[in-house]
């Protein structure tokens, strides 16, 4: 055995490992937690949020047939601002556990202008073609469901 390697391990040196699990604050928030931590005007406006979120999701029909024609429909405009859509689905999904969430609140709640870009362009061109086309063939095109 080296000289060195006798002396560390007659006398190890008394390393400060600080564990990385223990010392990060866990968040329980539930039905038991004691007390939000949001002011109570805040905690009102949350939860009239989240009951019109159940109100959406619950007539989700009636609103499909009110807003058939997406883009030409102020109403959908609104509400699509209002919910988690298959462009957001994504991000969340994929989001680590360890990463922030600032930007991905700031690109949901304060999108871009998504007219610009070159796919939803090339829809909005090609839409008549698509359902003409779609008539010719006698086909129906049917939406991608996610709600099974």
Partial sequence: MSQKRKINFEHPKNKRRILKEINKKQHVYGPASAAPDMSP??????????KN???????????????????DSSEW?????????????GPICKRKANTGTASL????????NSLNVASICHGIEHESQALQLEKQE?????QLRTDW
């Fill in 77 to 89: 405009l609104e509400l699509r601002k209002n919910l988690v859509t298959s462009s957001n689905f």
């Fill in 138 to 142: 006698n086909v129906k095109i049917m």
């Fill in 53 to 71: 979120f159940k109100d959406v999701t619950c007539d989700r029909n009636v609103i499909e047939r009110a807003t058939v024609l997406q883009r």
């Fill in 105 to 112: 609140f700031k690109n949901i709640l304060y999108p871009k």
């Fill in 41 to 50: 005007q805040h905690l009102e406006k949350a939860k009239e949020f989240m």
